[in-house]
């Protein structure tokens, strides 16, 4: 790909001087006689010796527990690799290390609700809530689950659910019966939380009747707790099994110290699905301890959060970036809650919230850069932002001119961090790093620890050029298993069938020459016309620059389509109200297509939609559209948050000639 002269944005001196990566740096060099005068050198000391490596994280993090004598066993395998084999811990205790009056927890559902709840009252919260637990019979292994707004309570759930070794999972309140008996159905909690409803773009959601269908599809469930929030008291008559939960935990009002159970490194902490787009959701089990190790090092060093900070995320309850957030109390940092729609106030929203709270990160989705631009928003005009130092942007590829509005209408001084890894490992492959520059178009590094690398289809390395996303070695938060696959065999297929001892993450990728990569989209949805493989970011990238294009979504259909003998690109496009997909806007899209990629990433057929589809956390699904174009079944439409969308890519009569 091009490069360009300088970078966007640099790292001042003084920060780098003081900066967590560079005491960790120092302390690497102190204590091991690495020689890591710079992140590159740093890198490569992490994974040649990853087994210090993750022990000094363990201790420049101060990880309350017991931490052994080994740190890895079979340090070859992949997968079988046993990270801390003798360690103890607890991950609640890790991230209730405060107990003062500051805020652990800020929380706005739209602009109806504003909640504050200090680390003292978090504390406490928690305390109160394990008691719960245990007084209905919770405790290890047993599975918790919450179909739950992103709210303070659900975070109180989830560290009490922690703390007595239950294993924690959850899904947001906007899936339907069937997305929710999809994955709990599978993992059978004992004990399901939920709230009353939620709200989306000013309106309020009852949830309860669907909570009353799932109870009675979940023989597991033994208690149900709901949470009131989003409208006047209803009757729980209706859901079996139910309380409220000032009723569950009004009995344990007095208690205010946590028995934290002391466990095993790989003791599984959360239950994560994949999107389930075409198929039922996989489970994965991720283990506390590399959760935790994983997290803190992403926090600490790589965005350099430091106690008093204050992180935002836009999530959901059912997308892994909600677990990454919630870890970042670890570090002594802020919470800032989000219940709602983005777009509120037309985008203004989230960064009234940054301006009303000190938000010094912003976490948010590439397709929410891009919608706010296309809106013409210009927050560095109608807001302060003074405290903001970080953007972090994830669910699919920012594209350079992402990064050129980022930097032009939002902030100039700020750390642009393009991230990307996903809910297979809670975590990231490759990331952003705030002593590094930051490059048009590019994420910054691979992850501290991670052996990231890029093959061609043989599994052989490439020095340039796209391939497959891959690491060449095991790391802690890689998951301890799927639930109910009890001989490995569907995880092993899932990660290390195609290359037998690589993990291979499914991302079509390149490196770039400032130690940073692009990535063009997911392996399994790139294009193949005349068997050269294509990256659906690099088209998308093109077409959304121009005005009329509000978003695209790109597939290859067979062609021709009785007797296949190779694929064409099929472009769709939503179009801004008002107008129409001529044969002058084709020739323009074609054209911006050509003139900034090849010849063959030019789509063969153009075709207008009113709608795309996406998964619930913002992703396109590209796989989905192609089986609707070629007549196959699409299996979970409940992973869509808009499954009605896939109707207008059937039966096109564009598609026949």
């Known amino acids: 790909m091009a490069q360009h002269d300088r970078p966007m944005w640099a790292p001042k001196p003084e920060h780098v001087a003081r900066s967590a990566m560079t005491c960790f740096a120092r302390q690497v060099a102190l204590r091991h006689g690495a020689c890591v005068a710079d992140y590159a050198g740093l890198h490569r000391w992490s994974v040649e010796h990853r087994a210090e490596f993750w022990g000094a994280v363990w201790d420049f993090c101060e990880v309350i527990g017991q931490r052994g004598e080994s740190v890895l066993e079979s340090r070859d395998a992949m997968p079988g690799a046993k990270w801390f084999p003798e360690a103890r811990l607890n991950f609640a205790e890790n991230l209730l290390r405060r107990r003062d009056s500051v805020d652990a927890i800020v929380f706005r559902g739209e602009d109806r609700v504003e909640r504050r709840m200090s680390f003292g009252q978090l504390h406490a919260a928690v305390a109160q809530c394990a008691a719960a637990l245990r007084a209905h019979g919770v405790g290890r292994g047993d599975r918790v689950a919450a179909w739950m707004p992103n709210m303070p309570e659900t975070v109180v759930l989830m560290l009490a659910s922690a703390s007595v070794g239950a294993v924690f999972t959850s899904a947001s309140p906007d899936f339907g019966v069937r997305g929710v008996l999809d994955r709990f159905g599978q993992t059978q909690p004992k004990l399901l939380v939920a709230a009353d409803g939620y709200f989306y773009n000013r309106k309020h959601i009852a949830t309860l009747a669907r909570l009353a269908e799932v109870v009675r599809a979940l023989p597991s469930v033994e208690r149900v707790v709901v949470v009131p929030y989003a409208g006047p008291a209803e009757a729980l008559d209706g859901v079996r099994g139910a309380q409220s939960w000032d009723t569950f935990v009004a009995p344990h009002r007095d208690v205010r110290e946590i028995a934290f159970e002391q466990l095993p490194f790989d003791h599984p902490l959360y239950i994560l699905y994949s999107s389930g787009t075409t198929g039922v959701p996989k489970c994965i089990v991720h283990g506390a301890g590399g959760t935790l190790l994983q997290h803190l090092k992403e926090h600490r060093l790589h965005c350099d959060l430091r106690a008093g ?221 005349g068997g050269v493989r294509i990256g659906t970011a690099e088209i998308y990238r093109q077409v959304e620059q121009l005005d009329e294009v509000l978003e695209s979504v790109a597939i290859g259909q067979d062609w021709p389509p009785d007797r296949p003998v190779d694929v064409r690109v099929v472009l769709f496009v939503r179009l801004r109200d008002g107008v129409v997909l001529d044969d002058a806007l084709i020739a323009r899209i074609r054209e911006a297509v050509r003139a900034n990629t090849t010849p063959r990433h030019v789509p063969a057929r153009i075709v207008q939609v009113a709608e795309i589809p996406r998964t619930r956390s913002g992703k396109l699904v590209e796989l989905a559209v192609r089986r609707v174009v070629h007549g196959e079944p699409v299996d979970n439409f409940e992973a869509l948050a808009n499954p009605e969308a896939l109707a207008h890519f059937r039966d096109r009569p564009e598609l026949r000639t």
């Open 309 to 529: 900070d204050r992180l935002f995320y836009f999530t959901t309850c059912g997308w892994m970036m909600w677990n990454w957030l919630v870890s970042a109390l670890a570090s002594g940092v802020t919470l800032l809650l989000y219940d709602g729609a983005p777009t509120l106030d037309d985008g203004a929203a989230l960064f009234d919230y940054a301006d009303a709270e000190g938000m010094t990160h912003l976490g948010t989705s590439a397709k929410f850069i891009d919608a706010i631009a296309k809106a013409g928003l210009s927050p560095r005009r109608t807001h302060r932002l003074d405290a903001l130092r970080m953007l972090l942007s994830t669910g699919s590829p920012l594209v350079p001119e992402g990064f050129d509005y980022v930097y032009r209408e939002i902030k100039a001084d700020l750390c642009l961090a393009s991230i990307s890894g996903g809910t297979d490992i809670v975590s990231c492959f490759v990331l952003g790093n705030p002593d590094l520059p930051v490059w048009r178009g590019e994420i910054q590094c691979a992850g501290l620890g991670m052996a990231v690398d890029v093959v061609d289809e043989a599994g052989k390395p490439l020095a340039q050029g796209k391939g497959e996303l891959v690491c060449r070695a095991s790391f802690p938060s890689m998951p301890t298993g799927f639930w109910n696959d009890a001989d490995g065999s569907r995880y092993h297929k899932a990660y290390f069938e195609r290359f037998p001892g690589l993990w291979c993450h499914g991302d079509f990728c390149e490196r770039t020459a400032h130690v940073g990569f692009v990535i063009h989209g997911r392996s399994d949805a790139t294009l193949n016309p």
